[in-house]
């Protein structure tokens, strides 16, 4: 394995999670979560952990043994969730996640049934880590398996990521409250794309929340839970995505009265 060093557009980014996206104060416990090929980033992130006075520290995260036990292992096994990682879960004020593999496809072969089972019974955790009080931030780390996933050269896909954390954040997030100012309490919201998108809803009594970069980096969204009855028509997501090892893509959703029906 090749762990890439870092440039000063890592030590960059790594330092907009701290200062800005979580804000890690002096005393608080900081977990930092990744796979060995952002080694050197997580490394970058823990040192400015210390910096602030705070206490880091670092889960290595290893692709193959997860690969192997949902192989191999017994529904016992791979549902099983140990006590040290709820205790450190209760004990962290942040928690960071790198996202960064050298292989983004790793549990492409195996059965959903135990990805879906594997990730329920993680459930519980998601929400320690989610709790009120406690912040969290998911950073994408550049890498080739990244790149290649996206079709871009290592380069282009660094100045991808780069160019979209490099930003303004305090004029990114009045634009995106300005988004939400006039989408809460929406009676009617249409999402149009010509031959793939067609859907109609309502957010009426639903306001919604922003991702200025305290949530994802890169940031840039407005989520919102429509009115579950009133989401009618058809969207197409047809980009493919990684996530957790798996990929997603080519997928089209079709409701009627907030049902999915096809």
Known sequence: MIIPQLN???????????????????GEVVKIVGEL??????????????????????????????????????????????EHEITRAEESDVHIRVLASENNQYLRDIDT???????????????????????????????????????????DYEQLIYSATEVNWTAISSYLQNIKHILDGASEVRIEVPGSTDLRFSLEGRGGCIDDGHINLPGGEVFYGPVEVSVEGFITFPYSQFQNGYQIGGIRFEYKEGNLIN
């Open 37 to 82: 090929v952002a080694w050197e980033f997580m490394q970058e992130l823990a040192r400015q952990v210390v910096d602030k006075g705070a206490h880091p520290t670092i889960q290595i995260l290893n692709p193959e043994l997860e690969k192997y036990l949902l192989e191999q292992g017994k529904e016992e096994q791979y549902g099983h969730v140990f």
């Open 113 to 155: 049934a135990k990805l879906i089972l594997r990730k329920n019974s993680r459930q519980g955790l998601f929400k320690i880590v989610n709790s009120w009080g406690k912040r969290t931030n998911t950073v994408i780390f550049p890498t080739e398996a990244g790149a290649s996933s996206n079709n871009l050269s290592k380069r």
């Open 8 to 26: 000063y557009r890592a030590k960059n980014l790594a330092k907009t999670v701290i200062d800005y996206s979580t804000e890690v104060k002096a």
